[in-house]
């Protein structure tokens, strides 16, 4: 029987966590995507056993372009990554080129474009943005958690929505707190 994909975003990167051994520090969270690390992208790459092969196809001192060919399973996918002084801040254009075709390759495989995921070498204005938005704490998710059940939001999906607080005892007191609440409630 085929695995079921996950319904939401929240619930691929809840798995991501789970099943890769991601941790905080490889995914950044954007209003509209998430972006997962080098580290991510390659711990990703592991858990999945994703074999990539890379081919030149134009290396010049300010342009450089990489062909990545990988394979999952019976699973292929071609993919290119390009770095030139518009979209790359550093001079180590075949370097971040590299980077960008495996982290697209990892990302095609995977399916994580379709739930908004993106690789940090592939746009470094993605990147950019990301870190340059404040990070949250884990007092101010736990905070942003309690008002989503607060508004309403079912305590399934506030669970869901915070992987990342998932060892916090407070949170899952109030998780199980509201469901428990609900329960009695409509009971």
């Known amino acids: 029987m085929p695995k079921q994909a996950p319904a939401t975003k929240a619930d691929k990167l809840n798995s991501l966590y789970k099943e890769c051994g991601l941790i905080k520090e490889d995914v950044f969270q954007h209003q509209h995507y998430t ?9 990703v790459q592991a858990h999945y056993g994703i074999q990539v092969s890379y081919k030149a196809l134009k290396l010049e001192p300010k342009y450089a372009v990489i062909k990545a060919v990988a394979k999952m399973d019976e699973a292929t996918v071609e993919t290119y990554g390009s770095a030139v002084p518009e979209n790359c801040k550093n001079s ?5 080129a590299e980077k960008r075709a495996l982290s697209r390759a990892v990302l095609k495989l995977t399916g994580l474009y379709q739930h ?3 690789g940090e070498e592939e746009s470094e204005q993605l990147t950019a943005e990301a870190k340059a938005a404040p990070q949250h704490t884990e007092a ?6 309690l008002n989503r059940l607060r ?7 506030v669970w869901k929505a915070y ?4 060892g916090h005892e407070d949170f899952k007191a109030a998780v199980k707190a509201e469901a428990e609440r609900r329960k ?4």
């Open 116 to 118: 908004g995921f993106f």
């Open 184 to 187: 009695a409630t409509t009971g």
């Open 151 to 157: 508004q309403g939001d079912a305590p399934g999906s």
């Open 35 to 43: 972006i997962l690390t080098r580290s991510g992208i390659e711990k």
């Open 140 to 145: 101010s998710l736990f905070t942003d958690a």
């Open 92 to 96: 180590y254009f075949a370097e971040t």
């Open 163 to 166: 992987p990342e607080l998932h």
